[in-house]
């Protein structure tokens, strides 16, 4: 399995290889991004366009990786209600199999002849 996935692992980057090899003067060439919130205007200084997209990368891992804490904060939560719903139920099941054990010694036959 290991083997696998090294192999993948090369072809992926030689995929990303030959991206940057063949897409090289449009990843250097120097670009400014202008981003307009209707109060103000922000400039970045010119940059080359393969660090301008890492950036956007980068970001989008940040943006993804709260919704995900999020999300995992919620489904952590519930988790502890649901443990708490399975110790609540496994606590009546005990005490309906006490009252149970307690009626059939009650009710036995033995006790009556």
Not at 54 to 83: D, P, Q, S, T
Request: aromatic share 14%; hydrophobic share 55%.
């Amino acid at each position: 399995m290991n083997k696998i996935k090294f192999v993948i692992l090369i072809i992926v980057f030689v995929i990303i290889g030959l991206f940057v090899w063949d897409n090289g003067a449009f990843l250097l060439a120097k670009n400014s991004i202008s981003l307009n919130l209707f109060i103000k205007t922000y400039n970045t200084p010119e940059l080359p366009t393969g660090i301008i997209l890492l950036i956007i990368f980068f970001a989008g891992l940040l943006v993804a990786y709260v919704f995900a804490l999020f999300e995992r904060f919620r489904l952590n939560a519930e988790i502890k209600g649901l443990k708490y719903s399975i110790d609540s139920n496994i606590e009546k099941i005990a005490e309906l199999k006490n009252e149970v054990v307690s009626l059939r010694n009650k009710f036995s036959p033995e006790q009556k002849e």
